[in-house]
């Protein structure tokens, strides 16, 4: 009884999805559109990315090598072989890629063969890396974000360099991106409360007592960190079939450390917080461009300082981590039990937070 | 009683104009405020500032407004700051990226707007080609690494070349591969190729094999940071031959950090203040070191161009529909700017290539090269 | 390649490594006592860059004088940092002290570019820096003879107040337990404020020399510099100020040594400056002077 009532709520909210998207496809000019998709690409990646830091509580610093990966993927794969000759001018490009471009039409194939690219990165840098502790793996991951950024730059053959990859069809809109966060968010939800989330959760709680009790502690953390390095290859395309180019500067560290401001502001290990501040941050991104443009309220003026957005943003970062740290949702979970027995003004029972089952 | 009249005509009348001043005409300006090149958009900006105090800032009989929109130097920013201003803003045509990177990514949007973009100092040749809305008002990499390959080659009897380049850079690896396509073309030989990154600032290991194979001329088409430093460590290494870099090199920057190190270094130019034949151009350079009390620069000159080349097609297009603005910029022919005179073909300015040459803690007018 | 060129690239080397060094030494003091990976050190580094420049070119102090001045104000900035960022996070899990100094990270170094500008500014060379030497045909910087020399005054400083004074004693004892300690009537948090003004100071020393052999200093001028000396003292073995020292000369060796080995490689040379930081991490997580991990249940 109680599933069916779930399995129709979650059905009920597909669809009020699908109609929310179907309107705003429609009815949204590109100004806020763009933001939508930002908005769900962000909830790919910070859910993805949460899955680490958040669930097993290793700190990576990585991600945007993983998105990177993905990105540069997609790009070699949908951009029409006409184009390919045109923008790679000062080496060319190699073969097979040369000859060959997906159609449109198999953009899904093109999303899923990114995210393997960026998930076998994330085995390659996982399975050497993931023995090591705490702040060494933050290192490492670092590093290897690192490395792929040079990577990018030099292998002109591959990435066309600095130069970056322009004319790629813009196929990501509010279908790709929000269903990517859609089906991102039901698979990690699913991961997180099986029993190899429970593992993942007992490694962060207590690593030597994980491993006291049988946990395979780097397989856990392995499976952890693949799935969270396809996820973001998938991100990392969808932004670039959104905005039509890839150049190494588009994957940076800062990306790195947007989505780390997401994940803390939601509260390290909340799926729901990840989704949600996602959303937030990349609104918020847009409001706070008032802050560095020029204010005229007639008896205030406000010069305006370019870049203050990024001084408030780590400013913010800061001080959640010093006085908020368990975020806006903290562990906290979103499920259906917690929303009928609000309607039902119940109080809802500690230990359900957790399960959803 | 009179004085109420009169009061009440005055009040009547400055109500009545205010009705009367119309709705700004906005110009979208597309930045790098923040982020890794925040100096272009900073100095585009200041360039802007002075040309909107030279020129009478309106065209049609209304007001020209210009609106600013940081793109923090990042791509994806640079797409939305455009989506913002087009759709929110309403902007008529917009000037930035001044970098090649970011136009990139900013000129697919307003292409699918029919809003006409125009980089300043976007020299990329990706940057208009196979685009109808995008625009330059400087010249293209391509032409300038040719010229600096033939002034090499013919000017200072070089035979032999090394080249070091940042590999992070999109202008700065384009620029170097033209200049060795153009010299080998010539019968020069490229002695050493080396690249370096952008935020290094050690080279000396690059600088050395340099040294070793002991070229007749040292081009870096890098941006001044770099060059400033590759000139200061090249002279600690000994290095003897010329070092001749791009227009990334023209910042008063390259002389406060290089001091005697980047004498007689020569690079090519949007500008210099001697080639500035026109009386616009003196004058800007004049309200430019009263405004900011420093040397003007190219970055800022040519942004200001951008300006003028818009406000010229709006003027001529004798509307503010952006298709028609459009086709007004690509038809512009010998208009006078701060620059001197411009053309535009296929979307790129066809401009003259200034070479100037670091002398006394100067940038000096060495010569003009003409477009062929 | 010829011996001439070797010698040269390794003189290079050896002058890129010693300034790693200076840097790595603050870096692998504040990790040594604290375990903390101090994110911030490359920007506290631009920050005794800029005290620096503001004293010397816009102030017209002495250089003598701008020195010292620019270490004690550094180290009070680091003191700031500590108090302000670190310490109530202390007893928190490691996770969030190594996101907050992200934090603080990207906040000195955008309020840089916000306050003082993007844009890089020249530096104001002491003289005896400027000059360069012709050694039996070897070319050598100024700067690049002096920075050794002060690298190991320091460190011998440095290793001298550690291990012969009280503070020293009472900062070894802080890096062995910190709980103990305490209830040893330790001041605790006098010794860790003490350890970050140490390690700012010796920042701004590195910020000095640096910006003095490349005189140009922008807000992120702080990164990779910095990013190299940890990799530095990673590689010496981090918390050992020793191994900091060589930590930093291998990698700066490394590095000018690739390019001259693979001059087409050129373009690479970060990247094998990380690669070794991984490769380190993995099969020498302790590095080569390093004292094994003790894992605490």
């Known amino acids: 009884m109680k599933q069916r009532t779930h399995l129709l709520l979650s059905i009920a909210s597909i669809v009020l999805l699908v109609a929310i998207i179907w309107w705003a496809d429609g009815n949204l000019n590109a100004y806020y559109t763009r933001i939508a998709n930002t908005a769900a690409i962000y909830i790919v990646a910070a859910v993805s990315y949460n899955l680490i830091n958040g669930t097993v509580g290793a700190l990576s610093l990585g991600p945007n090598g993983f998105m990177a990966l993905g990105g540069y993927t997609i790009a070699l794969l949908m951009l029409p072989v006409m184009q390919k000759q045109m923008v790679f001018f000062l080496e060319p490009l190699i073969w097979p890629f040369s000859e060959f471009s997906l159609p449109p039409s198999l953009y899904l194939v093109g999303l899923i063969i990114s995210g393997i690219v960026a998930a076998i990165g994330a085995f390659l840098i996982g399975w050497p890396c993931l023995r090591l502790k705490g702040d060494y793996l933050a290192i490492a991951t670092f590093g290897f974000g690192e490395i792929i950024f040079v990577l990018a730059n030099n292998m002109l053959f591959l990435t066309n360099g600095a130069l970056g990859i322009k004319g790629l069809p813009e196929l990501t809109n509010l279908w790709w991106s929000w269903g990517m966060a859609a089906a991102t968010i039901f698979l990690i939800k699913n991961i997180v409360n099986s029993s190899y989330g429970r593992a993942m959760r007992a490694v962060r709680d207590n690593e030597v007592a994980a491993e006291a009790m049988g ?41 790195t450390f947007n989505l780390l401001i997401i994940v803390v502001l ?73 929303l009928l027995s609000k309607l039902r003004r119940k109080e809802v029972p500690q230990c359900q937070q957790q399960t959803n089952k | 009683m009179r004085r109420i009249i009169l009061l009440t005509v005055i009040a009547l009348s400055i109500l009545s104009m205010s009705a009367i001043a119309a709705e700004p005409i906005k110009i979208g300006v597309n930045m790098e405020m923040t982020g890794a090149v925040a100096a272009y958009g900073q100095m585009g900006w200041e360039g802007l500032q002075v040309a909107s105090e030279l020129i009478p800032m309106e065209v049609l009989g209304r007001p020209i407004e210009l609106v600013l929109v940081d793109n923090k130097s990042d791509r994806v920013e640079a797409a939305t700051a455009t989506t913002r201003l087009i759709e929110r803003d309403k902007v008529v045509a917009i000037i930035g990226t001044m970098t090649s990177g970011n136009m990139l990514a900013a000129g697919a949007i307003a292409e699918n707007y029919k809003v006409p973009m125009i980089g300043p100092s976007t020299t990329n040749v990706l940057v208009t080609q196979g685009k109808k809305f995008s ?183 004798g509307s503010t529909d952006p298709v028609k603005i459009r086709d007004a910029m690509e038809a512009t022919k010998d208009l006078d700017v701060f620059t001197g005179k411009v053309t535009i073909q296929n979307g790129d300015a066809i401009k003259s290539v200034v070479i100037r040459e670091v002398r006394n ?12 | ?40 050190h490359g920007d506290i580094f631009m920050i005794g860059a800029y005290i620096a420049f503001f004293a010397v070119a816009i102030y017209a102090l002495p250089w003598w004088l701008a020195a010292i001045l620019t270490i004690i104000l550094t180290a009070c900035v680091g003191m700031l940092i500590e108090r302000v960022a670190y310490r109530p996070l202390r007893d928190e899990p490691r996770i969030s002290l190594l996101i907050t100094a992200v934090g603080v990270a990207f906040f000195i170094e955008n309020l840089a570019i916000v306050t003082l500008g993007a844009r890089p500014k020249g530096f104001p ?26 690298t190991i005054c320091l460190l011998a400083g440095l290793l001298y107040i550690i291990y012969r004074t009280k503070i020293g004693m009472a900062m070894r004892a802080v890096a062995k337990d910190i709980e103990a300690t305490r209830l040893m009537g330790v001041n605790v948090d006098r010794v860790i404020m003490y350890t970050f003004a140490i390690g700012s100071g010796l920042a701004a020393a590195g910020g000095m020399m640096w910006a003095s052999k490349y005189p140009q200093i922008q807000p992120l001028m702080g990164m990779y510099p910095g990013w190299k000396a940890f990799t530095a003292a990673v590689v010496g073995g981090i918390g050992n100020i020793t191994g900091a020292m060589i930590g930093g000369l291998i990698i700066g060796v490394v590095e000018i040594m690739t390019v001259a080995f693979f001059p087409t490689l050129s373009g690479f040379r970060d990247a094998f400056v990380f690669a070794i930081l991984i490769i380190f991490l993995l099969v020498k997580p302790t590095g080569l002077m390093g004292e094994p991990l003790k894992e605490k249940v």
Request: aromatic letters at 12%; a neutral charge; one cysteine or more.
């Open chain 1, 266 to 338: 939601g509260g390290l290990g909340s799926i729901t917080g990840a989704a949600v501040t996602a959303v937030l941050f990349s609104v918020l991104q847009e409001v706070l461009r008032t802050v560095e443009s020029p204010l005229n309220l007639g008896f205030i003026q406000w010069p305006g300082i370019p870049g203050m957005r990024m001084v408030v943003f780590s400013i913010l970062l800061i001080l959640m981590m010093l006085f908020y740290r368990r975020g806006l949702f903290g562990s906290w979970e979103f499920s259906w039990e917690w």
């Open chain 3, 125 to 150: 060379v002491p003289a005896m820096m400027a000059t360069n030497f012709d050694i039996y045909g070897f070319r050598i910087s100024g700067v690049s003879i002096w920075v050794p020399i002060l």
């Open chain 3, 1 to 40: 390649m010829s011996i001439e060129i070797f010698i040269q690239q390794l003189l290079n080397g050896i002058s890129l490594g010693s300034l790693y060094s200076l840097i790595a030494i603050g870096y692998t003091m504040v990790y040594g006592i604290l375990a903390l990976i101090n994110f911030a």
């Open chain 1, 215 to 255: 946990i395979n502690v780097t397989r856990i953390k392995m499976l952890a960190f693949v799935t969270s390095g396809f996820f973001g290859g998938i991100s990392g395309a969808l932004m670039v079939m959104l905005i039509s180019t890839i150049s190494p500067t588009l994957f940076m560290f800062t990306m």
């Open chain 2, 361 to 372: 803690g100067q940038f000096d007018y060495l010569t003009t090269v003409h477009p062929d």
């Open chain 2, 135 to 317: 625009f330059r008002a400087c010249f293209r990499d391509d032409y300038q690494g040719q010229v600096a390959a033939r002034f090499a080659y013919n000017e200072l009897g070089a035979r032999t070349a090394a080249v070091l380049s940042d590999i992070n850079q999109d202008y700065c690896v384009a620029l170097g591969k033209e200049f060795v396509n153009e010299f080998k073309r010539l019968g020069g030989r490229i002695v050493a190729e080396q690249y370096v990154r952008t935020g290094d600032q050690d080279f000396s290991a690059q600088l050395t094999i340099v040294k070793n194979a002991n070229p007749d001329v040292l081009y870096v088409p890098n941006y001044y940071t770099e060059n400033a430093l590759i000139a200061i460590q090249a002279k600690a290494l000994g290095i003897k031959a010329p070092i001749l870099s791009g227009d990334g090199a023209d910042a008063p920057e390259l002389i406060a950090i290089g001091k005697d190190a980047v004498e007689g270094l020569m690079h090519t130019a949007f500008w210099h203040e001697k080639a500035a034949t026109n009386e616009l151009g003196k004058q800007y350079v004049e309200a430019y070191r009263k405004k900011f009390n420093k040397e003007p620069n190219a970055f800022g000159v040519l942004a200001a161009d951008s300006l003028l080349i818009v406000i010229d097609a709006i003027k001529r297009a």
